[in-house]
């Protein structure tokens, strides 16, 4: 390990970070809602921070390998994760633990948009503008990563599939440039971040609630600066604006990459994964529609359609936005969506779960075992659209889909083993491993009220989540610190 | 499909069950406790049923392909299934509707041993037998399933498995000797049950529970002819010899069927299956008895160290025997259990579950991924022994994980949209599903309150987990009716 290269790198990303404490400040400054000094802080403290890594290290560039590649990524998250935490802990306006401040940093950061704060109607607007940024940064963060990063390390079969993919969005050609990759995906991403903000604005948000919303919208992330979340505007107007660009940012982005350079509408549709998303989505909204229509939840017919519309894309998207408390409808309905949320996104969009294309594929060589059982000395090949994928491909997706059983296995004993109650323990680690955000029982409103121990465990519990389970899994092995 | 074929087997197979029905009313006799008439008229009504089907055909001998096996299989357990409601139905002792006898019937044929009764203990003695007795056949039946016929089909991926194996139980082996293999299991099956009787007997049973217990602890069943289970006899060497006879009954007969013809002991222990599921158990026993420890449960160490090394393996083993209300231990632990039954027992035993082959090969190729990540270009096979397992091996396997997951979630969610509080439908599915017996929550002691419904979904839960999942889900693709 070059580890003078590491402190180089995340030096850099520190001292970039403390960056955006800035924003947060000025948005102190023009409400003077007493957080200015804050921030302010923060920056010198992430800064200090930074310099004392980059400078000391600054001449050490090396050629890193797959090895460091998997470190840096890990400390990436780790590190920012930690020094975001800094607002949290100095600010005068609430009073949170160091597991508290760690915990909403990290959910803010992987866009799982958990929080412990309840009250948010009344923070300050620097320290809420703060956490919505937090999202929108790790959003785009997930972006780079899942598109241009980690398929150079191999992670969760993808690589392998795109890199077998004939088409504009082949990783062969797009490894030499990642730094060109990384600029046009943040192009996209602010775009998409201005429209939706100006949508909500349009319907009706002020623009302090509009610009913030469209950062933990975009990133699908969940967080809102009002208690009641989305449910606070109570406008199907901008629960549609929030559903269709959940929808967008549920989508690979290299597909939208490709559609910038093409300018060919037609590609998104000829995408399998695209297509697999959309059906899902479809069938949660018409099946979360009819069972609430079968049991009168609501009066009116049209409100019937928005809700299950709206919570139906929030929570199978991971996003985790609420209107009404989602968990006081029937309880099938929390509990078929919680387990929507396994699948969440598409692979290279914001969304988490185990993505479209793994249940897809997964789903693909199910049924080709059940047509081997009938013919068993007929040869089938596993396509998708119509593409063979390869059996390396399918071992990276099989030990992944068993990774993420285990992982949420291991981590819900564990809570239950520091005496949480069932349906908490199971909820909350569906939405934190899914990066979704809300759970169910005693964490349907907040995480405030559960013990430290079960605070850090959640924050794992989204590490492995957002970083696709072997990135981290990987760190943990022998063979890994082997030479 | 050859429709009158499979009539003459039915009938042959129903007109040998009702048979079974003789020994009941033997006991009601014995007993004087007047179900002697229903088990006697239950007699006529099977044979009616049996020869209905059988005589009609009884020339129609034809050669069987995989598709009428599959049928055949499916047919057995269903046919038998419902001919052994008809005790429940028509015995005036008990009060049963017809998903009441339907699920007790489906639940010992499966060896599940989850119960619609209670009042155990005022129960006739010949309806006790006959539930006793009904777990017996049914396990010798999975034992022949699974290690004759389900091989044939090709269903799992064990048959690819050991027909890549060498050693004595080479699958291609035993193909032309269906009916030799059968044989020798029956012996070896029946030998354990006696040993097991004769040490319950000498250990202070009555000769009627002795022999009762002996038929449900070597079929991995886990009905009792009391509410208390194993709890009413209270004796730690009851507890003890229970324990033992799992852990045999919890091991691929083909390796007792080995052994029996090569009398070697050490193929046991080098056995990779069976030295995974002893230190499965171990490692739960372990953890069982060191938390109850730290809990202080149970004021002595032996009371401790007894409790948990038999609740540890009734469970895991998916027996389902109970001693003490363990749903009443810190919850953590029944939870643990309750995952754990989802490994069960090693394949071709009386145990329910994925099988300990199976998650082994998981947990193989897991680790292959890892190190895969780190050093790309190096070439890892499985292996498992000194064995290499092929690519066929691990799809059947990945198959049958992800089917069975798949098949878990759709149950549990049908279960709660009939209005099944969480933690019930979860534990209920897990018990079923896995062959298990006892839930927790509303069905911890027994199933008798929960509406029809939910019995029906369970009674397809049951079968699906029995008949390894891929038997009965190919019936319902439409390659498999097609010509
Ligand atoms: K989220
Ligand atoms: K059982």
């Given at each position: 390990m070059?580890?003078r290269?590491?402190?180089?790198i995340?030096?850099?990303?520190?001292?970039i970070?403390?960056?955006?404490?800035?924003?947060?400040?000025?948005?102190?400054?023009?409400?003077?809602?007493?957080?200015g000094?804050a921030?302010?802080?923060?920056?010198?403290?992430?800064?200090?921070?930074?310099?004392?890594?980059?400078?000391?290290?600054?001449?050490?560039?090396?050629?890193?390998?797959?090895?460091?590649?998997?470190?840096i990524v890990?400390?990436f998250?780790?590190v920012?994760?930690?020094?975001?935490?800094v607002?949290?802990?100095?600010?005068?306006?609430?009073?949170?633990?160091?597991?508290?401040a760690?915990?909403?940093?990290?959910?803010?950061?992987?866009?799982?948009?958990a929080?412990?704060?309840?009250?948010?109607?009344?923070?300050?607007?620097?320290?809420?503008?703060y956490?919505q940024?937090?999202q929108?940064?790790?959003g785009?963060?997930?972006?780079v990563?899942?598109?241009?990063i980690?398929?150079?390390?191999?992670?969760?079969?993808?690589?392998?599939?795109?890199?077998?993919?004939?088409?504009?969005?082949?990783?062969?050609?797009?490894?030499?440039?990642?730094?060109?990759?990384a600029?046009?995906?943040?192009?996209?991403?602010?775009?998409l971040?201005?429209?939706?903000g100006v949508?909500y604005y349009?319907?009706?948000?002020?623009?302090?609630d509009?610009?913030?919303?469209?950062?933990?919208?975009?990133?699908?992330?969940?967080?809102?600066?009002?208690d009641?979340?989305?449910?606070?505007?109570?406008?199907?107007?901008?629960?549609?604006?929030?559903?269709?660009?959940l929808?967008?940012?549920g989508?690979?982005?290299?597909?939208?990459?490709?559609?910038v350079?093409?300018?060919?509408?037609?590609m998104y549709?000829?995408?399998?994964?695209l297509?697999g998303?959309?059906?899902?989505?479809?069938t949660?909204?018409?099946t979360?529609f009819?069972?609430l229509l079968?049991?009168?939840?609501?009066?009116a017919?049209?409100t019937?359609?928005?809700?299950?519309?709206?919570?139906?894309?929030?929570?199978?998207?991971?996003?985790?936005?609420?209107?009404?408390?989602?968990a006081?409808?029937p309880?099938?309905?929390?509990?078929?969506?919680?387990?929507s949320?396994?699948?969440?996104?598409?692979?290279?969009?914001?969304?988490?779960?185990?993505?479209?294309?793994?249940?897809?594929?997964?789903n693909?060589?199910?049924?080709?075992?059940l047509?081997?059982?009938v013919?068993?000395?007929a040869?089938?090949?596993i396509?998708?659209?119509?593409?063979?994928?390869?059996?390396?491909v399918?071992?990276?997706v099989?030990g992944?889909?068993?990774?993420?059983?285990?992982?949420?296995?291991?981590?819900?004993l564990?809570?239950?083993?520091?005496?949480?109650?069932?349906?908490?323990?199971?909820s909350?680690t569906?939405?934190?491993?899914?990066?979704l955000?809300?759970?169910?029982?005693?964490?349907?409103l907040?995480?405030?009220e559960?013990?430290?121990?079960?605070?850090?465990?959640?924050i794992?519990?989204?590490l492995?989540?957002r970083l696709?389970?072997?990135?981290?899994l990987?760190?943990l092995t022998?063979?890994f610190?082997?030479?």
């Open positions: 070059d580890f290269s590491l402190g180089r995340l030096g850099i990303l520190v001292t970070f403390s960056v955006t404490m800035i924003p947060p400040a000025l948005v102190s400054l023009y409400f003077k809602d007493g957080d000094l921030f302010t802080l923060a920056f010198f403290i992430c800064l200090v921070i930074g310099l004392a890594f980059w400078l000391p290290n600054r001449k050490a560039k090396a050629d890193l390998k797959a090895r460091e590649g998997f470190l890990v400390l998250w780790t920012l994760g930690a020094v975001g935490a607002p949290f802990l100095i600010s005068q306006s609430v009073d949170m633990s160091a597991a508290d760690f915990f909403e940093s990290f959910s803010g950061l992987t866009t799982t948009g929080t412990v704060l309840s009250g948010l109607d009344e923070l300050p607007k620097a320290l809420l503008f956490r940024q937090l929108w940064f790790g785009m963060g997930i972006i990563l899942a598109v241009a980690l398929p150079l390390l191999g992670v969760g079969g993808m690589q392998l599939y795109r890199a077998e993919t004939p088409g504009p969005v082949k990783d062969s050609k797009m490894t030499p440039r990642i730094a060109d990759t600029q046009y995906l943040w192009y996209i991403y602010l775009s971040t201005v429209a939706c949508a349009l319907a009706g948000m002020s623009w302090f509009a610009i913030c919303h469209s950062f933990s919208t975009i990133a699908i992330g969940g967080f809102s600066t009002h009641a979340s989305m449910g606070y505007f109570d406008s199907p107007a901008i629960n549609l604006i929030c559903v269709v660009f929808l967008i940012s989508v690979n982005f290299a597909l939208h990459h490709a559609f350079v093409t300018r060919s509408l037609g549709w000829r995408d399998p994964e297509r998303f959309l059906l899902i989505q479809a949660l909204v018409l979360c009819l069972v079968g049991d009168q939840v609501y009066s017919v049209g019937t359609l928005d809700q299950a519309l709206f919570q139906a894309v929030s929570i199978s998207t991971t996003a985790g936005f609420a209107t009404t408390d989602f006081a409808w309880l099938f309905l929390p509990i078929l969506l919680m387990f949320s396994f699948i969440g996104g598409c692979a290279g969009s914001t969304g988490g779960g185990i993505k479209v294309i793994r249940v897809l594929l997964m693909l060589q199910g049924m080709r075992e047509k081997r059982l013919h068993p000395k040869i089938y090949s396509r998708l659209g119509r593409k063979p994928v390869s059996e390396r399918m071992d990276a099989w992944f889909f068993a990774a993420y059983a285990l992982v949420f296995v291991v981590i819900m564990a809570l239950m083993s520091t005496g949480m109650e069932e349906i908490t323990a199971f909350a569906v939405a934190t491993l899914n990066n955000g809300p759970g169910l029982g005693e964490v349907a907040h995480y405030g559960i013990p430290d121990a079960s605070k850090w465990l959640l794992i519990a989204m492995f989540g696709e389970i072997f990135t981290l990987v760190l022998p063979t610190w082997r030479n």
